[in-house]
């Protein structure tokens, strides 16, 4: 495998690409330990207060459709989806921030992974997402995992309709945004989730590269979520380890009254200060963590002295620790896995390439086998005969189509090779007058790297 130099993205060579496919492919076969009953997406959730249903709300559904909020933050991050469930009760308020909430901390932990990788030019191999909920982050950082040089994402939840929603909206965001994610660098990443409490540390969790946490730990009672935290810093050991809260103070800027949580289900809500102190004592439990001061999250014009709606902890290993948690201690089940094909269009490409190549050099073209029914006579090749030079696992070769197989064939040739179909049979056709030889040397010239 070769690795670039300045940490975006290794290209990797076609050999390792569908080894990682193949692997990839058996593990999407393990048996699932449960399989959830299927939450139904379209119904709407009310988990927490000041939650309107939004079939109700015509204001709030005209301002859903209208708002260019969605789609600017469509066209910049990809999120393409303006799931009800990526919005909770007080980031709904969106026009206090552009863009909304969620995208943004999602964008921190984004920022702060690559700037981490590109740090430790260590690759996220591993990252685990706890209190996953609806997968927010999970479709938010897709994309990136080629750059991160992420292979495995495993995602964890203690509610199952949460989780089976989250896994719906991943598979929907996956497929949506195939093409996009095949064309990025990048090998396949396998995700999983889990159901399970995050106050049990699982070793599936132990040594991972990151563990990322947001909006969680309020959901749980306080001592609870020292524990949870505690567990993270002294137990799983991640290389980094991103949490996040609510910013109490910050509730002023909804109108809120003082004192009042910003969600019914949260036990607990920190003002600036608090959350510093709890930092403080992470820093004297924890020292082979080094803790930055806390970053904020999501500002609003005329609020400035309150820093930010949510509050996050970045805390990186300092010593070359291992976690010591035994191998068997596995309290979470697993409920999905879901694959993000990142790069395989180039690698469908180069294999494509190469079998044309290998196709050519072991064919003959026979002058008793030419076609005559056209303009000017031509060869025809029905493509199944090239795409069996393929090298590659048939469960990656089987997700090449024929037709776009052409397409790169026409490309690769600067459309000296024609797409011919006859009888519903996907073929290619060479006129005589074109010489293999220069064939040949088109497709060497026209190498894509
Ligand atoms: C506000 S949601 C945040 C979801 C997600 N992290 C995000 O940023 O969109 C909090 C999530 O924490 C989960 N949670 C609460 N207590 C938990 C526990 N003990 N173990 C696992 N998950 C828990 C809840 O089920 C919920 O999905
Ligand atoms: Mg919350």
Redesign the pocket.
């Known amino acids: 495998m070769s690795h670039a130099d300045d940490g975006w993205g290794a290209p990797y060579d076609e050999q390792t690409y569908v080894d990682a496919y193949d692997q990839l492919e058996l593990a999407l076969l393990e048996p699932l330990d449960r399989v959830l009953e299927k939450a139904d997406i379209e119904q709407f959730r009310p988990k927490f207060k000041n939650q309107q249903d939004p079939k109700t709300d015509k204001k709030q559904r005209y301002r859903k459709k209208k708002n260019g909020d969605d789609e600017w933050r469509d066209v910049l991050y990809g999120f393409g989806t303006s799931d009800e469930s990526d919005f ?1 009760d007080h980031e709904k308020r969106k026009h206090y921030f552009q863009p909304p909430l ?1 995208v943004q ?1 999602n964008s921190f932990v984004k920022n702060t992974l690559m700037q981490f990788k590109r740090n430790s030019q260590v690759e996220i191999s591993r990252l685990a997402i ?5 997968m ?2 999970e479709k938010g950082l897709c994309e990136y995992f080629g750059s991160f040089g992420t292979i495995n994402v495993i995602s ?4 199952p309709v ?1 989780l089976s929603v989250g896994q719906q909206l991943l598979q929907k965001y996956l497929t949506q945004h195939g093409d996009i994610l095949s064309s990025e660098t990048g090998l396949p990443v396998l995700m999983r989730s889990y159901l ?4 049990e540390p699982d070793h599936r969790f132990a040594n991972v590269d990151a563990i990322v ?4 730990v309020e ?2 009672p306080l001592e609870d979520a020292k524990k949870f935290v505690n567990n993270v810093l002294g137990i799983l050991l991640p290389r980094i380890f991103i949490f996040s809260t609510p910013n109490h103070e910050y509730n002023a800027v909804f109108g809120m009254k003082p004192g009042e949580f910003r969600h019914d289900d949260h036990k607990f809500e920190m003002n600036r200060n608090e959350f510093s102190c709890w930092l403080d004592e992470l820093r004297v439990s924890f020292p082979h963590y080094q803790i930055e001061e806390p970053h904020y999250i999501g500002m609003t014009n005329g609020y400035e002295d309150l820093s930010g709606a949510s509050q996050a902890a970045v805390c990186r290993l300092q010593d070359d620790l291992s976690s010591t948690l035994p191998q068997d201690i596995t309290p979470y089940v697993t409920v999905g896995h879901v694959a993000c094909r990142l790069g395989s269009r180039l690698v469908a490409y180069n294999l494509v390439r190469q079998a044309l190549l290998e196709w050519l050099d072991k064919t003959e073209f026979h002058e008793a086998e030419l076609k005559k029914d056209g303009y000017s006579p031509y060869w025809n090749f029905a493509i199944s005969h090239i795409l069996h030079h393929l090298h590659a696992p048939i469960s990656f070769s089987a997700t090449i189509d024929e037709k776009v197989a052409i397409k790169y064939i026409q490309g690769m040739t600067s459309h000296k090779v024609h797409l011919n179909c006859v009888n519903g049979v996907n073929g290619i056709a060479i006129p005589q007058n074109q010489k293999k030889a220069d064939l040949i040397a088109t497709i060497h010239r026209n190498e894509l790297n």
């Open positions: 909770s969620q901390r706890m209190g996953c909920g609806e927010s982050l964890v939840d203690i509610d949460s399970g409490d995050i106050l946490s947001l909006e969680v959901h749980i």
